[in-house]
Each structure stands twice: as C-alpha cells, then as structure tokens.
C-alpha cells in the first residue's frame, strides 16, 4: 500500500485522457482510472494507474475549469 496516500489534501479531474481523477498534494499526485475486466468492460471501482512527481493543481494534472475537491477524510475497506 502507498503509505502516503493518508496525507493527499485534494482530489481532481484528470487532465489526462487515460486517467479519471487525480489526489494528492503539492508534492506528488496519484492517478486513478477505471477498472477493466477482461473483455474491457469497466467496473465502477477506480485503481491506481500512474504516480506523478507534481502538484495536484499543475495544469499536467488538474483539468483546467473543474473543480478542486478538498479530502476530509479516508477510510480504508
């Protein structure tokens, strides 16, 4: 498990195309995408799919014009 998942402060739509939201922080920003099965049906779970060296809020990672959502809390299943 990434152990510094627990100190992401925002959550945002991706600006890239293969991945659905982005959280993190100023220092690094975790890219979640759809779960696919093997016939390439997506499911409605999100996994990690890319690990970025960026802020959450650098244009690389946050679609300009949506919103930035604060995270409040975590809870692990």
Known sequence: ???GLGTATHVVESAKSDIVIFMGQ???S???GHQR???GEE???HIPSSLIND???STH???GGTA???IIGLRWK
């Open 30 to 32: 975790l890219g979640l």
């Open 43 to 45: 499911t409605s779970r």
């Open 26 to 28: 100023t220092m690094w």
């Open 55 to 57: 802020s959450i809020l």
């Open 68 to 70: 930035v959502s604060a």
């Open 1 to 3: 498990m990434f152990n």
């Open 61 to 63: 990672v946050h679609r």
């Open 37 to 39: 099965m093997h016939d």
